[in-house]
Nanobody
């Protein structure tokens, strides 16, 4: 099983940007599609964006379209989620998932003035 590690979260003002990273130390991501999820307080975990193995195909939740961009660098074994024009309702813990294994600890994103 593969343990993923998410990073890049933090506190940002509305309208700001963050770039999240997803990696799996010691494991090669390149053979897996990767999905970013998020879970807001008191809500179910929901998918945010998914990227294919090659990176040529992406798909987004409605709330993420036009603001978030998922990408991957297979040479660096990392998947990114660029989040722009952040809103308070984007406040959540963000997780990535791909290879079989447990959920990571996630990275907290707080959008607040």
């Amino acid at each position: 099983q593969v343990q993923v590690v998410e990073s890049g979260g933090g506190l940002v003002q509305p309208g700001g940007s963050l770039r999240l990273s997803c990696a799996a130390p010691g494991f090669t991501f390149s053979g897996y599609a990767i999905t970013w999820y998020r879970q807001a307080p008191g809500k179910e975990r929901e998918p945010v964006a998914v990227i294919s193995v090659s990176g040529s195909v992406t798909n987004y939740a409605v709330f993420a379209k036009g603001r978030f961009t998922i990408s991957r660098d297979n040479a660096k074994n990392t998947v990114y989620l660029q989040m722009n024009s952040l809103k308070p309702e984007d406040t959540a813990v963000y997780y990535c998932k791909g290879p079989p294994g447990p959920w990571g600890q996630g990275t907290q994103v707080i959008v607040s003035s």
